[in-house]
């Protein structure tokens, strides 16, 4: 795998992160539109969604949509070293899998991140643009996805695997 193309990347965030709760919520309508069986997955106070609309506009999932962005930012702000942020992206990723978010649904956030990112930018989301986020979303998904870090075998996987990305886990 080929790293990201860094400026491109920091370049085309900056438009987005002016109005990242705007932007954040494109990308979960986005979301939505393409897996809602995800949506019955967001409670707050053991509120049910009854739709896409009604969790858009809900104050507790505006807050989460807050934290994905900043998330997104601390991945932009890295995209050279990632491996600053695999440990956290592992753990999230262990999060999110352990209230039913399915390892498949992870890529429909890739494609609704891509597509955001194509409706904020417009003309200036270039393929190569499109190619650098690619790559950048690979790699932290592929962060989502390593095993807990506290087993040998995990330890090993996360090595073999991330080379290349500057994703293998420091020792030390």
């Keep these: ?19 990242p709760l705007e932007h954040g919520t494109v990308l979960f309508a986005r979301l939505f539109a393409l897996e809602p069986d995800l949506l019955p997955l967001f409670q707050y106070n053991c509120r049910q969604f009854s739709s896409p609309e009604d969790c858009l506009s809900s104050p507790e999932f505006l807050d989460h949509i807050r934290k994905v962005m900043l998330v997104i930012d601390a991945a932009v702000t890295n995209v050279e070293d990632l ?33 955001m990112l194509e409706k904020c930018l417009g003309p200036a989301f270039t393929p190569a643009t499109r190619a650098a986020w690619s790559q950048l979303y690979r790699a932290v998904h592929f962060c989502q996805e390593l095993p807990d870090y506290s087993t040998a075998a995990g330890t090993q996987l996360a090595g073999q695997l991330g080379r290349g990305w500057g994703l293998a886990r420091k020792e030390g």
Excluded: C, D, N
């Design 83 to 115: 491996s600053s942020l695999e440990e956290y992206l592992a753990s999230l990723g262990r999060k999110h899998r352990a209230v039913g978010v399915k390892l498949s649904s992870f890529s429909t956030v890739g494609e609704s991140l891509l597509y």
């Design 1 to 19: 795998m080929e790293r990201p193309e860094p400026e491109l990347i920091r370049q085309s965030w900056r438009a987005v992160s002016r109005s």
